[in-house]
């Protein structure tokens, strides 16, 4: 988990600095459109030396927690995977219930729970799994 929240403080903050910058471009080249000026190279030089500085720095401090994060997410996959299999096995056995004695789908609701769980978690595992 260490390694999670350490991957995240480089990310999170990484993000929100190119998120604004790329607003802060939009907003610049629609003034332009409006104005019909051209953009200053020694700008948009500007702007792609500071990604790449912020990006390699990123990179740098990131690379040593990729085998911990990988790890970690194949214990993850593993992990929701069996739960879906189980979830798989209660909606079935729930079913079997159900029909065998007669109750009516809106008198048992359970069965409607599991088989919701269940598509998640499959959704969940083919995300992870590509």
Excluded: W
Excluded at 55 to 69: F, G, H
Excluded at 99 to 118: A, D, E, K, Q
């Amino acid at each position: 988990m260490g390694d999670l929240s350490k991957a995240n403080a480089v990310l999170l903050p990484l993000e929100s600095v190119l998120s604004k910058d790329v607003t802060a471009m939009t907003n610049a080249m629609t003034k332009e459109r409006e104005t019909k000026m051209e953009v200053s190279p020694i700008h948009g030089q500007a702007i792609y030396q500071s990604y790449c500085l912020r990006v390699r720095e990123a990179i740098e401090t990131y690379k040593p927690l990729v085998p911990s994060l990988t790890l970690s997410v194949k214990g993850l996959y593993s992990m929701l995977t069996r739960l879906a299999q189980t979830a798989s096995l209660h909606a079935g056995n729930l079913h079997k219930v159900k029909s065998s004695l007669g109750i009516c789908s809106y008198c048992f609701p359970m069965h409607h729970y599991c088989v919701i769980i269940f598509s998640f978690f499959f959704c969940l595992c083919r995300l992870l799994k590509y």
